[in-house]
């Protein structure tokens, strides 16, 4: 399908890469609607962020994916849906196990039993590589197998099991993207690099980390947005799941030391073992196979990780935008 044009709604829209895939959708010519979380301040999240113009192109609703009649109302005569609304952090899973489940699972059976009473065009579910847990082959293809090493990803695991039955039993036209580590502008505290850059920048000489030797396979904001458009253009992809991936890992400890290089050379490491997660839901390693998503498109990575680390870095530079980060505080 062409989204120039298209009815869309991006649900998780005033989150980190949600934010993202909004605005590269009004580039698109996409007519979109963006559902951002209630709160009583009417905040939009990151979508305020976004220039004036591109702001004024989306339909802002607030609301909840966790209210069944409401997602009807919003994704009826949407031609797309883009589900992207979750709860993503996995230390805060181990506190609140029954709010994950009832959003990222719950969420995402209303989100699928709204489009298929609505007739959507295609559904793009947004899950994780996290879904994978520790790798028992690398690169990791989509058939590797799936170990619920958090509540997490036990929740997202069973929002993709949700989401592909509905392809399967009702023809809903579903697209499951496996996204690995996604960072860049807007990305929230609790994940490792802004983590680690926020300390730096606000002028600590001793940076608290929690295990730095697991590695990831890094991928710009960018990159991923572009991937998710693609996919979601893509009537080969319908039915599938598809990594979301550069083909390389770095370790989290070369990660940061790229951080101290770009901010502070000076400064230096320190474990914080409140940082840490339990012995046996770490992932050590994250490595994904795009081949799936080289094939289906004509998706590659644009950015290296030292690149994209430098753009985030300049951004969280800007004095507004490091003002939303509180680097004493240790987020979940």
Known sequence: MNLAGA???VTGADGFIGSHLTEALVHCGAAV???AF?????????????????????????????????????IRGRQVVFHLAALVSIPYS????EAFVDTN??????????????????????????VYGSARQIPMREDHPLQAQSPYSASKIGAESLALSFQRSFGLPVVIARPFNT????QSARAVIPAIAVQLLAGRREVRVGNIEPARDFVFVDDTVQALIALAQCDAAVGQ??????GVDTAIAAVAGELVRQINPHASLREDAQRFRPRDSEVERLLGCNRKLRELTDWSPRYTLAEGLALTVGWLREPANLARYKADVYNL
């Open 7 to 9: 009815q869309a709604l």
């Open 105 to 130: 699972v719950r969420g995402t059976l209303n989100v699928l039993q709204a489009a298929r009473s609505g007739a959507a065009e295609r559904v793009l579910i947004v899950s994780t590589s996290e």
């Open 241 to 246: 799941f598809v990594n979301i991936a550069t």
């Open 33 to 35: 609607t963006a559902v």
């Open 183 to 186: 960072y860049g502008p807007r």
């Open 38 to 74: 209630y709160n009583s301040f009417n905040n939009w999240g990151w979508l305020e962020a976004l220039p004036a113009d591109v702001l004024a192109r989306i339909d802002v609703v607030v609301g909840d994916v966790r209210d069944a009649q409401l997602m009807t109302q919003l």
């Open 94 to 97: 181990y506190e609140a196990p």
